[in-house]
């Protein structure tokens, strides 16, 4: 059976979007929101659970394929730091100016979110509300590690984890586009296009950008995925002092503790030179050149390509049959079919059936 990371289960799989990536498929099948709290009015509220306010949770915020599950790893093996993968489920249903949805809502939502389901392990309390249980969820990993401070990774609407958390902190990370690009078509299987693999990269960009403008100086941390992997030491001390904790060994020994990551390693940065074929190349910087070039990364040398709109339309074509064809090979034609028509008539109850029934067979075949 084919395996496949936590947190990068194919778009396909639940989605039917030509250009979407994991975290979008989740985001078909969300309900809408119901009535919504600010979150400045549950934080004057106070909690009403006994948990204690998680103040200052630390986010790395960054494209997916770019790193992030390393720089977990090594954090959550820091005897002071715990850090949780992606924690779409908290932000998903939360808008971009802080409204939260009706708590009953949500966790109805839970029951068939697939990250919720695949890897987190917390309690649902019934008698939170909603920011209460997502403060709650953080609260049961810090005192499960019984370490000092908390965070995880998010891939997706940075924006709104500062609605909830006003004085979090937050760590960018970012790699070569055309990296994450590869990773996702010749690592992950997920895209056949270039220009909707390297688009991942550019909407997490431009999402860091909107976040980035609204923080102070010393409340985040840029860093990339090249120094990581080149002075990975080096790059955790800068983290950990930000973090306000001193760097320890320990960080560095998460690949003997059952993970299947091994230490990062410099010949997995640049590999789009070799592995992307010369007109990938071109499709994928004619996507995302201007943010490259600000984000310090140099172009290749191959000739400027111009993608009109024929050939978006082109592109949308052939990516939507190619997961057709992935998800129909995951799942069979009958449950595929199931999900596509259960969420186009807006059939919720049925819809969150099938993608249970979906999460049947994916989560078992996740690496862990």
Known sequence: MTFFCIGYLSPLLLSFAPNLGFIDMVKQGASPRLTATSAVDTLTRGLSTQRPLVKSPFFICCSGRSGSTHLRLMLDHHPQLSCVDEVGYITELVSDDGDMPDVATYRQWLESDFIFQSCCDFTIDPDLDFYEL????????????????????????????????????????????????????????????????AEKWREAEQAWERLAQRLPEGQYLEITYEDMVNDTVGTLTEVCQFLGVDYDAEMLKFSKAGSYFTLPDPKFSGLWRSHLSPWEIQVAEANISDLLIDRGYRLSELPRLTVSSLDLKRFKLVEKVFMWRQRIGFFGLRLSAAEYFSRRLGLQGWHRRVKQNMHAISIPALKR
């Open 134 to 197: 997502v403060n709650d969820f953080l609260c049961q990993q810090k005192d499960c590690s019984n370490k000092q401070a908390v965070g995880a990774i998010s891939h997706f609407d940075f924006i709104r984890l500062l609605k909830l958390w006003p004085d979090a902190r937050f760590i960018h990370m970012v790699r070569d586009g055309r990296d994450v690009a590869y990773s996702w078509m010749k690592e992950m299987h997920l895209f056949e296009n270039p220009w909707f693999a």
